[in-house]
């Protein structure tokens, strides 16, 4: 463990106890008098709940769930942690909660479950429906979590989605959109090596072709080697990973055979989010790239190659999971925009093309900054995240896909306002010491 993790470890546990948590439910509705109560609770509510009995639809109107989303985790896969529990996934709940508020504006519920299958947290998925208008899993071990995605898509009618797999998948689009930029050659004609085969690296591939790489300028590369139809585990993994499966059966038009070092040569662009580095990647293999590369080393807190040993061996546009490294790529600059879109168009489902549409937008933000340190914002730079909702919105109507329809100006103006505001009153809190300075002696 490095100096600097420590210091922040220490920090984190102790500010979590002086704070008891990051977040807390106030009311949003005025109360001056008892006659208040009339209103918002008895007798007065019955008729808000006859409304939307008549049409359910109107919750999106009268209460919270048009803002209103679950963080689902059963703590099976919880950062770089693994399996920790319900319990121990709480804390990174709440912190996902935390940003979902301040960058998206979106009121969200940590909601860890404790579950023996894949299906009883789809069960609770269909359970809990009425009282959100998305769910977001979280930390969901692989390939469990592309089975709950499936079902759960399949059978709500609310924006669903899996952190881990779409919204990596949208950041990493993101930038390998503005790094092929940089280096003057065209995504759709590259060739592109994933290093790890988990949910991130699987859907950033399905992602990617959906886009318009061709699959078969895609290898693949798990713990056993490089994924081709082939492979001794084939028929085991049509089985207990489809989704897998699907991908070695179509990418790798070479047929290349081997390990991390043979995936790499000639390649234009490689994606690691696998173990913990140094030297998972060497500098002789990045080496062996094709001219200009691009290295994406998204292993935290250490990457595959550290990004100085990339540029050393001839990489063009190196990018990390870090944020004290330029370039990251992280999925905090993709769900905050993608759920205040989704949600202001009250969309029933959460398709590959508006993850598309999310990557595009973020990636044209960065505008005329375009370097090779510049590939993305960051989320100091919070004005394209209504512009990312704005994008979402406008897609989910053309596919049909919205409750209601929303031109760009005006997604974009409800967003930034919902924004500024959930900004706004978290600062004005702060300012007025009701959320109290419990960290200035320690940081």
Same mark, same amino acid.
């Given at each position: 463990m490095s100096e600097e993790s420590s210091k922040w470890?220490?920090?984190?546990?102790?500010?979590?106890?002086?704070?008891?948590?990051?977040?807390?439910?106030?009311?949003?509705?005025?109360?001056?008098?008892?006659?208040d109560f009339s209103i918002w609770y008895t007798p007065g509510v019955a008729a808000v709940s006859k409304e939307i009995n008549a049409d359910v639809d109107k919750s999106f109107e009268y209460t919270w769930r048009w803002n209103a989303i679950a963080i689902l985790t059963d703590g099976s896969r919880v950062l770089g942690l693994g399996n920790v529990g319900p319990e121990a996934a709480m804390p990174v709940m709440e912190g996902k909660s935390l940003l979902f508020k301040?960058?998206?504006?979106?009121?969200? !519920?940590?909601?860890?479950?404790? +579950? /023996?299958?894949?299906?009883? %947290?789809?069960?609770?998925? &269909?359970? @809990?429906?009425?009282?959100?208008?998305?769910?977001?899993?979280?930390?969901?071990?692989?390939p469990k979590c592309f089975h709950i995605l499936e079902k759960l898509r399949e059978e709500l009618k609310i924006a669903v989605w899996h952190d881990d797999q779409q919204g990596t998948a949208g950041a990493i689009l993101a930038g390998l959109i503005n790094a092929f930029k940089v280096v003057g050659k065209k995504i759709e004609d590259s060739t592109i090596a994933f290093i790890g085969a988990g949910a991130s690296n699987?859907?950033?591939?399905? !992602?990617?072709?959906?886009?318009? +790489? /061709?699959?078969?300028?895609? %290898?693949?590369?798990?713990? &056993?080697? @490089?994924?081709?139809?082939?492979?001794?585990?084939?028929?085991?993994?049509?089985?207990?990973?489809?989704?897998?499966?699907?991908?070695a059966i179509k990418t790798n038009a070479e047929r290349r055979k081997g390990g991390i070092k043979e995936a790499l040569v000639g390649i234009d662009a490689v994606v690691a989010a696998s173990?913990?580095?140094?030297?998972?990647?060497?500098?002789?293999?990045?080496?062996?790239?094709?001219?200009?590369?691009?290295?994406?080393?998204?292993?935290?807190?250490?990457?595959?190659?550290?990004?100085?040993?990339?540029?050393e061996a001839g990489a063009k546009v190196v990018a990390t999971g870090r944020s004290d490294f330029p370039n990251q790529v992280n999925n905090s600059l993709v769900f905050p925009g993608v759920f205040r879109g989704s949600l202001d168009a009250r969309v029933r489902t959460i398709t590959d093309e508006l993850i598309i549409a999310a990557a595009q937008e973020i990636a044209n933000f960065v505008g005329d900054k375009l370097s090779e340190d510049k590939i993305l914002p960051t989320m100091e730079e919070w004005d394209f995240y209504p512009?990312?909702?704005?994008?979402?919105?406008?897609?989910?109507?053309?596919?049909?896909?919205?409750?209601?329809?929303?031109?760009?100006?005006?997604?974009y103006e409800r967003a930034k306002e919902v924004i500024a505001s959930a900004r706004l009153m978290i600062e004005t809190l702060f300012g007025k010491g009701l959320i109290k300075d419990l960290l200035s002696d320690m940081t």
């Open positions: 470890f220490k920090i984190a546990i102790e500010a979590s106890r002086r704070y008891g948590g990051k977040i807390m439910i106030l009311p949003k509705v005025p109360v001056r008098s008892l006659q301040y960058l998206g504006g979106v009121d969200a !519920v940590p909601l860890p479950v404790r +579950v /023996k299958t894949q299906d009883d %947290i789809v069960n609770i998925g &269909k359970t @809990i429906e009425p009282a959100f208008g998305g769910i977001n899993l979280e930390d969901i071990e692989s699987i859907a950033a591939a399905r !992602v990617l072709i959906k886009y318009g +790489v /061709k699959p078969g300028n895609i %290898i693949l590369v798990d713990s &056993k080697g @490089i994924l081709h139809p082939e492979r001794e585990d084939m028929d085991k993994l049509m089985l207990t990973n489809p989704w897998k499966y699907d991908l173990v913990q580095g140094p030297g998972v990647i060497k500098k002789e293999w990045v080496r062996s790239m094709n001219k200009d590369p691009i290295v994406f080393a998204l292993a935290n807190p250490i990457p595959e190659i550290w990004p100085w040993e990339a540029k512009r990312v909702a704005a994008a979402v919105a406008v897609k989910a109507a053309e596919l049909g896909v919205a409750r209601r329809s929303l031109t760009w100006k005006e997604e």
